[in-house]
Each structure stands twice: as C-alpha cells, then as structure tokens.
Nanobody
Framework: QLQLVESGGGLVQPGGSLRLSCAAS????????IGWFRQAPGKEREEVSY????????NYADSVKGRFTISRDNAKNTVYLQMNSLKPEDTAVYYC???????????????????WGKGTLVTVSS
C-alpha cells in the first residue's frame, strides 16, 4: 500500500518550534518532489514549502520564509519541515504530498501531486 504519513504535530506556544515528518511506505521518496501544505479551519488549503527530488532546490510561502525549513533524508525515506518562531496564524492541519520531479518547476505544483498524507494538526496557542 502506497501512503504518506505525517507526524510531529501538537500544541506549542507562540515562539516555539516543531518538526514535522513525512514518511513514505510502499514507495521511495527520492524520486519525488515533496510539498508541505496546510489548511486552517474555515480557510482554503495553502502551499507552505516544496523541495525538489534532488533536495537541491527549495521554496517557501512568504508567510513562512525565514522561519520554516524543508529538508529530506532519502536514506530514511522521510521529508521534514522544521518550524521555528511559530505564530498563532500557523495553526492548521499540515499535509505532505509527493509528485513527479518536473512538478517542482510548474506553475501549480499542487495540482500534480500523486500522493497525499492525511495530515497532522499543529496548534499554536498560549
């Protein structure tokens, strides 16, 4: 069974940090572009960050730039999202997704994702 599983979410105070993990089973992630997305209650899903299949290229939404870092460990078949200086507006369900390598360079990479996880909840609150 091919699936992505997110973990690492939880409750954190403003200014705190969390590291999310996206682990694959049934397939290897090293071929794929990986994206992190989030959806807050009552809002549309938004893109957070992408990493290319090689890991050599990354990009971030303006809202998280300088605070979040995406990385991948192909030996562990896992992609990470390190989130620092968290704000209440970062509260959302975070999803990871995998798509073919060329998706990274497309205008709408989220449209080409093949696999999606079920999400992990991040709550930033005092």
């Amino acid at each position: 069974q091919l699936q992505l599983v997110e973990s690492g979410g939880g409750l954190v105070q403003p200014g705190g940090s969390l590291r999310l993990s996206c682990a694959a089973s049934g397939f290897t992630l090293d071929y794929y572009t990986i994206g992190w997305f989030r959806q807050a209650p009552g809002k549309e899903r938004e893109e957070v960050s992408y990493i290319s299949s090689s890991g050599g290229s990354t990009n971030y939404a303006d809202s998280v730039k300088g605070r979040f870092t995406i990385s991948r460990d192909n030996a562990k078949n896992t992609v990470y999202l390190q989130m620092n200086s968290l704000k209440p507006e970062d509260t959302a369900v975070y999803y990871c997704a995998a798509g073919p390598p060329a998706i990274y360079y497309s205008d709408y990479p989220s449209d080409g994702m093949d696999y999606w996880g079920k999400g992990t909840l991040v709550t930033v609150s005092s």
